[in-house]
Protein backbone atom coordinates (compact mmCIF):
# COMPACT_ATOMS: atom_id res chain seq x y z
CA UNK A 1 0.00 0.00 0.00
CA UNK A 2 2.55 2.06 0.47
CA UNK A 3 4.14 1.83 -3.26
CA UNK A 4 0.65 2.60 -3.89
CA UNK A 5 0.32 5.83 -2.32
CA UNK A 6 4.00 7.04 -3.51
CA UNK A 7 2.65 5.65 -7.25
CA UNK A 8 -0.56 7.29 -6.65
CA UNK A 9 1.05 10.73 -6.05
CA UNK A 10 3.69 10.46 -8.50
CA UNK A 11 0.79 10.52 -11.09
CA UNK A 12 -0.87 13.18 -9.78
CA UNK A 13 2.20 14.89 -9.78
CA UNK A 14 2.53 14.55 -12.94
CA UNK A 15 -0.52 15.05 -14.59
CA UNK A 16 -2.34 17.13 -11.79
CA UNK A 17 -6.40 16.56 -12.28
CA UNK A 18 -7.69 20.70 -12.46
CA UNK A 19 -4.08 22.27 -12.35
CA UNK A 20 -5.65 25.64 -13.58
CA UNK A 21 -7.85 26.21 -10.50
CA UNK A 22 -6.02 27.11 -8.21
CA UNK A 23 -5.75 31.30 -7.68
CA UNK A 24 -6.88 33.69 -5.12
CA UNK A 25 -7.14 37.12 -4.55
CA UNK A 26 -5.07 39.07 -3.12
CA UNK A 27 -6.86 40.62 0.72
CA UNK A 28 -3.98 43.02 0.76
CA UNK A 29 -1.10 45.38 -1.92
CA UNK A 30 2.09 43.89 -0.76
CA UNK A 31 5.40 44.13 -2.59
CA UNK A 32 7.49 41.50 -4.51
CA UNK A 33 11.34 42.04 -5.00
CA UNK A 34 11.95 43.21 -8.91
CA UNK A 35 8.54 43.46 -9.74
CA UNK A 36 7.23 45.88 -7.90
CA UNK A 37 3.74 46.37 -5.96
CA UNK A 38 0.90 44.21 -6.08
CA UNK A 39 -2.49 45.91 -5.38
CA UNK A 40 -5.12 44.70 -3.38
CA UNK A 41 -8.26 42.32 -5.22
CA UNK A 42 -5.23 40.86 -7.77
CA UNK A 43 -6.31 37.52 -8.93
CA UNK A 44 -2.84 35.58 -7.76
CA UNK A 45 -2.47 31.75 -9.55
CA UNK A 46 0.25 29.35 -8.99
CA UNK A 47 1.82 27.94 -11.84
CA UNK A 48 1.59 23.78 -10.80
CA UNK A 49 4.19 23.01 -13.65
CA UNK A 50 6.92 25.03 -12.54
CA UNK A 51 6.54 23.94 -9.03
CA UNK A 52 5.40 20.09 -9.70
CA UNK A 53 8.97 19.82 -12.56
CA UNK A 54 11.39 22.13 -10.48
CA UNK A 55 14.39 20.01 -10.34
CA UNK A 56 15.85 21.90 -6.87
CA UNK A 57 12.96 20.60 -5.67
CA UNK A 58 12.29 17.04 -7.17
CA UNK A 59 15.85 15.86 -7.83
CA UNK A 60 18.25 14.44 -7.45
CA UNK A 61 16.15 11.81 -10.98
CA UNK A 62 15.24 14.18 -13.46
CA UNK A 63 11.18 15.62 -12.17
CA UNK A 64 10.19 14.62 -16.21
CA UNK A 65 10.76 10.76 -15.43
CA UNK A 66 7.59 8.97 -13.89
CA UNK A 67 9.71 7.81 -10.81
CA UNK A 68 7.38 7.00 -7.59
CA UNK A 69 10.04 6.28 -5.28
CA UNK A 70 10.84 10.15 -5.32
CA UNK A 71 8.07 10.23 -2.29
CA UNK A 72 10.30 8.23 0.21
CA UNK A 73 12.58 11.34 0.55
CA UNK A 74 10.42 14.04 2.85
CA UNK A 75 9.33 17.26 1.30
CA UNK A 76 7.48 20.68 1.94
CA UNK A 77 4.09 20.02 2.11
CA UNK A 78 3.25 22.44 -0.40
CA UNK A 79 5.44 21.13 -3.30
CA UNK A 80 2.71 19.07 -4.66
CA UNK A 81 -0.60 20.22 -4.30
CA UNK A 82 -2.44 18.53 -7.55
CA UNK A 83 -5.60 18.86 -5.31
CA UNK A 84 -5.24 22.38 -3.28
CA UNK A 85 -3.71 23.02 0.13
CA UNK A 86 -4.67 25.30 3.21
CA UNK A 87 -8.31 25.55 3.98
CA UNK A 88 -9.64 25.58 0.55
CA UNK A 89 -8.43 22.28 -0.51
CA UNK A 90 -10.21 19.90 -2.38
CA UNK A 91 -13.15 18.53 0.14
CA UNK A 92 -13.43 15.29 -1.54
CA UNK A 93 -9.88 14.45 -2.13
CA UNK A 94 -9.45 11.64 0.43
CA UNK A 95 -12.59 9.94 -0.63
CA UNK A 96 -11.23 10.30 -4.61
CA UNK A 97 -8.01 8.61 -3.36
CA UNK A 98 -10.14 5.79 -1.59
CA UNK A 99 -12.35 5.18 -4.97
CA UNK A 100 -9.15 5.59 -6.79
CA UNK A 101 -7.15 2.55 -4.85
CA UNK A 102 -10.25 0.59 -4.35
CA UNK A 103 -10.74 0.82 -8.54
CA UNK A 104 -7.07 -0.33 -9.14
CA UNK A 105 -7.15 -3.15 -6.59
CA UNK A 106 -10.12 -4.32 -8.09
CA UNK A 107 -8.80 -3.94 -11.59
CA UNK A 108 -5.73 -5.63 -10.87
CA UNK A 109 -6.76 -8.42 -8.80
CA UNK A 110 -8.98 -9.45 -12.26
CA UNK A 111 -6.40 -8.55 -14.98
CA UNK A 112 -2.78 -7.88 -16.10
CA UNK A 113 -1.35 -5.18 -17.86
CA UNK A 114 0.04 -6.70 -20.83
CA UNK A 115 2.79 -3.83 -22.85
CA UNK A 116 2.61 -3.00 -25.96
CA UNK A 117 5.60 -2.15 -27.15
CA UNK A 118 6.33 1.51 -27.82
CA UNK A 119 2.84 2.61 -28.45
CA UNK A 120 2.16 2.16 -24.47
CA UNK A 121 4.73 4.81 -23.77
CA UNK A 122 4.35 7.17 -26.44
CA UNK A 123 0.92 7.85 -25.87
CA UNK A 124 1.49 10.45 -22.93
CA UNK A 125 4.30 12.75 -24.76
CA UNK A 126 1.34 13.74 -26.97
CA UNK A 127 -0.62 15.57 -23.77
CA UNK A 128 -3.80 18.02 -24.19
CA UNK A 129 -4.17 20.51 -21.48
CA UNK A 130 -7.10 22.75 -21.06
CA UNK A 131 -9.07 22.37 -17.79
CA UNK A 132 -7.34 18.79 -17.41
CA UNK A 133 -4.21 17.38 -19.09
CA UNK A 134 -5.23 14.60 -20.85
CA UNK A 135 -3.64 12.45 -23.43
CA UNK A 136 -4.71 11.97 -27.03
CA UNK A 137 -4.78 8.74 -26.45
CA UNK A 138 -3.96 5.80 -24.35
CA UNK A 139 -2.61 2.22 -25.68
CA UNK A 140 -2.88 -0.61 -22.97
CA UNK A 141 -3.86 -4.31 -23.30
CA UNK A 142 -5.44 -5.82 -20.31
CA UNK A 143 -5.94 -9.87 -19.88
CA UNK A 144 -7.56 -11.81 -17.48
CA UNK A 145 -5.69 -13.29 -14.49
CA UNK A 146 -7.71 -16.62 -15.18
CA UNK A 147 -6.87 -17.37 -18.67
CA UNK A 148 -4.18 -19.05 -19.77
CA UNK A 149 -1.91 -18.10 -23.00
CA UNK A 150 1.44 -19.17 -23.77
Not at 96 to 115: D, F, G, P, Q, W
Amino acid sequence: MEYLNMFIRETLRMYPIAPLIINRPSTEEFHIKRIGIIPAGTRIAIDMYTLHFDPDLWGPVDPHIFYPKRFETKRHPMVCIPSGAGPRNCVGMRFALIELKMALVRLLKTYSLVNCSDKTNKCFEQLETGFVITPKEVIIRLQRRDEYHE
